[in-house]
């Protein structure tokens, strides 16, 4: 009879929400349970489209079908998410905003977006986060307004519900990743950096203690490495990409040479492909730089990578030569307790969702 109640009374309890993104080529889901010692992970998938993700989201009932699936592919309770729009369509817009006495901080990010966007924001959805900075005045703020146009935001939450999901909200996503690296720190009075690649460009982000300090977007990712080497070496993009796959972005430098052949293809790739990393050096000089006067001295402590280029072979001693700071790549079930309740094909893909599910139990 005891146990009876107890799994009665846990029924009972609301399940939080499940952290949902549909990323480029995956479906990422996470959904955390409290703990004593803080979240841990309930539940956790990450599996591939059948078919292309545009393609997978036009069509309503073989979506709800695989989304059924993925629910089914580990013990996730309830049909309640929290999800991210398409990075392409939602602009993020680093705004300072002065709050007048009187005035709450949203009508100053309101007023703030109305006069950088002009008609275009009557027909938007606008949210924003708070930006860490020790310059900031009692009346002065730094924010990220995140700008999505409303028929977009309307037509996505359609789209959840017809997949029999229950949206209780639509999140930010650079401060849904500030939030997974905050859950990661110890140290609260560093700053860490984390680099998300991705096809065609790359994100930069910066956490201070608990705090979102920086999202900026650079031009970089696989995409420019593989058409780089294509040109250099007169091969197919898809023969370039095998042969980043293979040998990664290059042999670090100090390597041995060795006398086999696979050494000499290690430092053909990162010749070719010097100027690409030196363009990347040069935005990570920026940050660092911009991170020191924001901070009043403090260095960023520690970079995380995750996305595409982040799984090639060498990159983790690349960046390292860029920044001389430690390189990790990113683990986001470093941020719970406990394993995942289910095997988790590619767990690197999975922060963002990992993020949202750490908004817990947010409902607007």
């Known amino acids: ?150 028929k977009n935001v309307l037509a996505y939450l359609d789209t959840l519900r017809g997949a029999g999901l229950e949206p209780v909200a639509l999140d930010i996503g650079p401060a849904a990743i500030a939030r997974l690296l905050a859950a990661m720190q110890e140290d609260f009075d560093q700053s860490v950096l984390l680099i998300n690649f991705g096809a065609s460009k790359s994100y930069l982000t910066v956490i201070w203690g608990r705090r979102l300090m920086l999202d900026r977007e650079i031009d970089f990712g696989e995409q420019q490495l593989v ?39 290690g430092r053909t790739v990162r010749e070719i492909l010097y100027q690409e990393f030196a363009a990347l050096a040069e935005e990570l000089v920026r940050t660092q730089v911009y991170v020191a006067s924001r901070t009043r001295g403090s260095s960023i402590s520690r970079v995380y990578l995750n996305g595409s280029v982040a799984r090639y072979r060498h990159i983790g001693e690349r960046i390292g030569e860029l920044v001389r700071l430690p390189v990790e790549l990113l683990d986001p079930f470093k941020a719970f307790h406990g394993a995942p309740g289910a095997a988790v094909g590619d767990a690197h893909a999975i922060a963002l969702a990992a993020g949202l599910a750490l908004r817990g139990g947010a409902g607007g």
């Open 227 to 265: 058409e780089r080497l294509s040109r250099a070496l007169g091969l197919d993009n898809e023969v370039a990409l095998a042969l980043l796959r293979e040998h990664g972005i290059g042999t670090p430098a100090g390597a041995p040479q060795g006398g086999g052949a696979q050494p000499d293809i």
């Open 1 to 150: 009879m005891k146990a009876w109640l107890t799994s009665l009374k846990e029924r009972s309890v609301q399940a939080a929400p499940i952290g949902l993104d549909f990323a480029a080529q995956r479906l990422n889901l996470l959904q955390a349970i409290p703990s004593p010692d803080g979240p841990a992970v309930r539940a956790a998938v990450s599996l591939p489209y059948p078919v292309e993700r545009a393609q997978l989201l036009a069509d309503a009932p073989r979506l709800k079908r695989f989304v059924r699936e993925a629910l089914h592919a580990a013990p996730f309770a309830g049909r309640r998410v929290v999800s991210v729009l398409a990075p392409s369509e939602v602009r993020i817009l680093p705004l300072t905003v002065h709050v007048p006495n009187g005035q709450n901080e949203g009508q100053a990010v309101a007023k703030a977006v109305r006069e950088q966007l002009g008609a275009a924001a009557s027909e938007s959805v606008v949210d924003y986060y708070q930006v860490r900075s020790v310059e900031a005045t009692g009346s002065e703020r730094q924010v990220l307004a995140a700008v999505a146009a409303s």
